[in-house]
């Protein structure tokens, strides 16, 4: 069986892995969610060695996830668990909640759960890490993001690429305190916020 493959994912690994390195130096377990193919959690994993690394996804993603997970010896790298944003999360606290490309596919009411679900379970001074390409209400589309962000919208209405300042405004609903809005090759960006409590 052929492993499940995004040519973003490999392109986007490196340039994340460098941002992580920074922002995770200080944080022991981390959950992600939307893990996708698996590529993220089995490069990350292995160069985070100081981490514990929870993958997570739909059922349903589970079989193509562990075809990547299985190749990687890394100790740190937990089997992935199940877990859909709108229904019951994990009981356990982590240090930092990492998303990838999730937010422009959820409706809005998954983005709400997946930002409110992070905050629940992070630790004091936890860190929520949300990457792929959004909106800024006062800047116009690059091209590719608004081809992209159409793309989206014609599948469904509940799609889209998510404004940043829509996001920061539910953050600072639930206490989350925005760090950084990092600029990230091919207009995605690293999106930073920190539990305040």
Known sequence: MNKPFSLACKNNQQPILTELLRILRHCKTVLEIGSG???HAAWFAPNLPWLRWQPSDLSDKQVGLLQWLDDVPSKNLQRPIVLDVMAEWPSRKYDAVYSANTTHILPW????ALMTGAFEILNPKGILCLYGPFKSGHKALEPSNLNFDLSLKSTSVHRGLR???ALDGLAKKIDLLMLDDLKMPSHNRLLIWQKTS
């Open 37 to 39: 193919t698996g590529q």
């Open 109 to 112: 009411e998954g983005v709400e």
């Open 163 to 165: 404004e940043i300042e």
